[in-house]
């Protein structure tokens, strides 16, 4: 994983401009018109995901962060830049233990349906927690990605609660499963929405994704 710093620089001065909430998709007939590329933020329950996406725009309350896991079963469309450069989703959470059976089959058909026939989704980033590692409820959205031939990356939450050795650990295991992968990127990010390592990257990881 490596930017340069104009890649850096640029992926900074988008974040930094306009980024507003534009719809929350409970079902696919509820999307937006696909006019800007996207890029989609998935992730159990919990991982960091709303606080990563507030991270990634410097906003606090952009994304709503709660201890109450499991909440939300939908898509939720964030433009960035004015005129709109590309949209952020943010893909409902997966993965709480106490989820009824129904609410586990509509996530899987909202987000199958979801990464199958968005022309204008460029890339998803699936976070995991640095402290776990993948399990196996991360991988049923991994092959969901790879049958759906959607490219994907890896990106490490909350880096900021284990040693760096443990750190350095789990990269690896991570890049190992991940070179397995047919549709997943080599390579991964690990990120901290409290200290901001990685986040910067991370910013110019999307930017890669979507004027891939
Ligand atoms: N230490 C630390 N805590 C974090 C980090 N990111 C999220 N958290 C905490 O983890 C919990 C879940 O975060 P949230 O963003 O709501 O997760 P989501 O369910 O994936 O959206 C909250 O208590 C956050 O404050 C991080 O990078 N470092
Ligand atoms: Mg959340």
Known sequence: MSFTDEEIEAARKLFAGPVAFLKSAPKLEHLPAPVAPEVAFAGRSNVGKSSLLNALTNRNGLARTSNTPGRTQELNFFDVGQPLAFRLVDMPGYGFAKAPKDMVRQW?????????????????LVLIDSRHGIKEVDREILGMLDKAAVSYRIVLTKADKIKATDLAAVTRATEEEARKRPAAHPDIIATSSEGGMGIAELRAAVLEAVNA
């Open 108 to 124: 899987r058909y909202l987000v199958n349906d979801f990464l199958r026939g968005r022309d204008v989704l460029k890339r998803c």
